[in-house]
């Protein structure tokens, strides 16, 4: 399955709390588009979330994170990884 | 040990090969800022990659990417995750 990171803009002050309710939002509804967020990232002074996931499409993760209320700003797959 | 997210760009083409080399260059000689650079992934298309490490500081992140060759566009600490 390929890999994507996708990425929040505009997050600043986000909390551990809201981070953990935002993935758990997406775990969720995600096997209806048989996408997996395997893990997020926060840097709340910077207000950006990074998010990895296996999914089949850039489509199918941004899908996902709009029905749980959080548009990705970019999805990026990710190919390649060590 | 704070966790820290680097991004790269201007990085499109870059191989599987490229990536390794890159990624064992800064493996080679984290351990100099008790650095440690745990994964990487790259979007050869949109040319970025993003390094995911555990990492005293983002100057010491920063400085083994330097003298690895290959600085950071941005680095992010990153103390939440899920």
Redesign the interface.
Known sequence: MP?F?DVHHGMAG???EQ??EA?NADLAIEKDENVHFE????????G?V?C?SDAPSAEAVQRIHERAGHRADEV???????
Do not use: Q, R
């Open positions: 890999k990171m986000i909390t551990a981070l953990m993935h893990s997020a990232w926060a840097d709340p002074e910077a950006v990074y990895l990026h797959p990710v190919p390649l990884s060590v």
